[in-house]
């Protein structure tokens, strides 16, 4: 008996390797949209990452949203007003940094890189040896790996034999040694994408994949393609994700879904600088720098927003507001923003009215009915500061 189950236990451990291997061998389906040259000095700017991580937004709520994750606990302290307004200030420090994008760079090509021949050596084993350098605190990009063959060849190993061994002795969270069954079998990956889990796979291909990899630009160009067909945009906003996203679609001259919707949720300082970004990666002459200076004095900076909105919680409810700010909240803007609204729309519409547009007629009738709904809201904020005696600023 004990024979028997000692033979059903290979069996299974049989079956339970050859599951992955087929796991790891199979195809992964190619996206239709490639960078055809190397996409990292744009990514990289110091405008251009500007301009993407004011497109991502701050919203702390969405940032600290509870997850489900092993420890999700809360803390609770007695501070004083202080120490309130220094932990607002680590807040947002923590939020920028979960927010922070994984980076957008060439595929790297395995090339052979010879050290030395050793004809002496041939044949002195029948496996290879795997030399690796485990020296403490270096970044795995500067590890050294070679490979001794067994015909007496010494050369640095293969990419992917260094992320195996980097991942041997410096294991990365998360990350498997063999491909996860989410990106190996076709019918769970599209699952996962009809369901609109755009979030947990971009998370997941950013563990188990190296930016330079291919996998992590076919599977990564999938999620992009598959979120421009279903418009589900704001999932993403807010995450680490939002600005290679953005940045892709800019890329490839793509922006019309993503520039409809952020005219319809009225985020037009963001539709203006991705139209912005677009003219950057592609060098088209038009001057927008100009706009967005005047969009900038205009508006507070995302972490000027998201510092306000925590002091909001501080006030007490005693404490009123004055009528102006009043009338601000019942509006949902002020006179900056209006102002603002203005500048944006004029840029919008030029880019809609230019030969880069490709969806004009949806574009247009954003706009038009966001033009509507800004004159009402205008002329009812004229109304009520006119009514309590409120001069303009």
């Known amino acids: 008996m004990s024979l028997l189950r000692h033979v059903r236990r290979l069996n299974a ?34 405008e251009t990452q500007r301009l993407l991580r004011s497109m991502t937004q701050l919203q702390l709520d969405k940032v600290f949203r509870k997850r489900t994750v092993k420890d999700n606990r809360s803390e609770t302290k007695f501070m004083t007003n202080e120490q309130l307004e220094t932990e607002f200030l680590l ?19 395995d090339t052979e890189r010879l050290i ?24 795995h990009s500067e590890r050294k790996v070679v490979v001794r063959e067994t015909d007496g060849t010494l050369a640095y190993a293969s990419l992917d ?11 990365l969270e998360g990350r498997k040694s063999y491909t996860p069954r989410m990106f190996a079998h076709e019918e769970l990956l599209h699952k996962c994408l009809e369901e609109h889990k755009y979030e947990f796979v971009l998370d997941r291909l950013t563990v188990q994949y190296e930016p330079y990899e291919t996998e992590f630009h076919n599977l990564s160009a999938r999620v992009f393609e598959h979120l421009n067909e279903s418009k589900q945009f704001d999932l993403l906003r807010s995450t680490r994700h939002f600005g290679p996203m953005a940045f892709f679609y800019a890329w490839h001259r793509c922006i019309d879904d993503l520039l409809y919707d952020m005219i319809r949720r009225d985020y037009l300082h963001n539709a203006v600088e991705l139209i912005a970004l677009t003219y950057k990666i592609h060098k088209i002459p038009v001057e927008y720098a100009q706009t967005l200076d005047k969009l900038d004095a205009l508006h507070p900076t995302p972490d000027e927003s998201a510092l306000s909105e925590l002091r909001g919680f501080l006030r007490r409810p005693e404490e009123k507001q004055g009528i102006k700010q ?16 203005d500048i944006s729309l004029k840029f919008i519409e030029e880019y809609i009215a230019s030969e880069h ?16 709904i800004n004159l009402e809201k205008l002329q009812l904020f004229r109304g009520l500061k006119k009514a309590h005696g409120v001069q303009a600023s």
């Open 161 to 171: 034999t260094t992320k195996r061994m980097n991942q041997l002795y410096f294991p």
């Open 91 to 109: 807040t947002i420090e923590k939020a920028k940094h979960l927010l922070k994008m994984p980076p957008i760079v060439k595929i790297k090509q």
């Open 116 to 139: 030395a021949k050793d004809p002496a050596l041939k044949d002195f084993d029948t496996t290879k040896y795997v030399f690796t350098d485990i020296t403490f605190g270096l970044p």
């Open 357 to 372: 547009s490709l969806k004009k007629v949806q574009l247009e009738l954003a706009v038009q009915t966001l033009k509507e």
């Open 326 to 341: 009043e009338i601000d909240t019942a509006i949902g803007k002020t006179e900056q923003d209006f102002a603002a609204d």
């Open 13 to 46: 451990l049989q079956g339970l390797h050859h599951c992955r291997r087929e796991v790891s061998s199979a195809p992964a389906k190619s996206a239709t949209l490639k960078y055809e040259q190397d996409p990292q000095p744009l990514f990289t700017d110091a």
